[in-house]
């Protein structure tokens, strides 16, 4: 259910959770019991706090990462034999 704003003139605005069939029907005011005239209000998107601009508020080049040096020995090495994982499927020698 769409939460709907309303003005009222004697009492200001007010919001009102209502259903989509219901949203062109009179609304009254719940202290006063005017009729209130619904208003437009945009609605609240966040997308992702940082993904547009920096939090300072000031957009920013991305700043570029690079290595002083290579690490000294790779993460992943191959293995001599080729395939580690079939070391004890080799076929027997008669």
């Known amino acids: 259910m769409p ?3 309303y003005h009222c003139d004697r009492c200001g605005e007010f919001d009102a959770w209502r259903t989509i069939a ?5 609304m009254y005011c719940p202290t006063c019991q005017e009729v209130a005239k ?3 209000s945009p609605p609240n998107i966040n997308l992702n706090v940082g993904s547009f601009q920096s939090r300072k508020g000031d957009a920013k080049e991305p700043k570029l990462v690079t ?3 290579e690490p000294d020995k790779p993460r992943y090495q191959s293995q001599a034999n080729g395939r580690p994982w079939a070391i004890s499927h080799t076929p027997p020698t008669y």
């Open 38 to 40: 619904r208003i437009f």
């Open 22 to 26: 219901q949203r062109d029907a009179s």
């Open 3 to 5: 939460l709907y704003e």
């Open 67 to 69: 290595r002083s040096r």
